[in-house]
């Protein structure tokens, strides 16, 4: 695993966006938001979800996305903020744990990838409660619910390899790992008084010859970020006779996206 070069947070994010973008797309699909709609994006990252829900709901629709920093804000407006449906599209600062919106000023509201990281996790579904109109739904999507595979033929080091992300993510997660955090969405729900009424996952494939963005993700943000630096000193040194996986023509990975839809 070679060290990387330092880039910004919000290129990883991209990345990640643009790596599930063909089941994402689907998944906003299955969710049949109303046609002209208005929602709420918390923790929108670099604004591609937004952009996808926005283009599900029509001319007529509006999304607004929010995240807690400035530049996760100008790296949105930057990306998509100037396309064709920007006139459907708003992006500002915000807090999870405090909507600045009145109480049911949204027909739904998503929540991608975000809920494992917000430790206040039952005053942010409170929050999303508030916001979205009776009846209205609460989006929560998580990747990697299950186990991911990126190392196909390697079960023994990929399982080293999550034991120590776990063990580095316990940092920002407080008590628990993000993978914990994650696998407790669905109690999360329930207990927040939230009726839970679909639970589905999606499982991304993909094989050698890689897709541009399949690879681009793999390697620069499976590899090297997550699984690079930071936890070099927890792995033993085969990891680095890993670094060419990606071009072995057998190579493939899954990775499943867990959705689940709540009602106030």
């Not at 990640?16 to 002209?36: H, S, T, Y």
């Not at 990747?143 to 080091?157: R, V, W, Y």
Request: proline share 7%.
């Amino acid at each position: 695993m070679t060290q990387p070069e330092t880039e910004p947070f919000t290129k990883s994010l991209e990345r990640m966006n643009l790596f599930q973008e063909p089941e994402a797309r689907v998944l906003i699909a299955d969710l049949d938001l109303p046609e002209g709609s208005r929602g709420l994006d918390v923790g929108c990252g670099v604004g591609l979800f937004a952009l996808w829900l926005a283009a599900a709901i029509g001319p007529r629709g509006h999304v607004v996305g929010i995240e807690p920093s400035k530049e996760r804000v100008e790296a949105a407006r930057a990306l998509v903020g100037h396309g064709p449906l920007a006139s459907r599209l708003e992006f500002r600062e915000g807090d999870a744990t405090k909507l600045d919106a009145p109480d049911a000023s949204f027909d739904w509201v998503w929540c991608g990838d975000v809920l494992h990281h917000v430790q206040e996790t039952g005053r942010a579904l409170g929050e999303f409660a508030r916001v979205v109109r009776p009846g209205g739904r609460i989006v929560v999507k998580e990747s990697q619910l299950l186990h991911g595979s990126f190392l196909p033929g390697h079960p023994a080091l990929e399982r080293r390899l999550r034991q120590a992300e776990m063990e580095w993510s316990r940092h920002e997660g407080g008590e628990f790992s993000f993978e914990e955090r994650r696998q407790r969405t669905l109690a999360s729900l329930r207990a927040a008084g939230l009726s839970v009424e679909r639970f589905r996952t999606y499982m991304l494939e993909r094989r050698a010859p890689l897709p541009p963005a399949a690879r681009d993700y793999i390697q620069r943000v499976v590899f090297e970020r997550n699984w690079g630096p930071r936890l070099r000193d927890r792995l033993a040194p085969d990891a680095e006779s890993l670094t060419f996986v990606l071009d072995d023509p057998d190579y493939y990975c899954l990775y499943p996206i867990s959705v689940l839809v709540a009602r106030r």
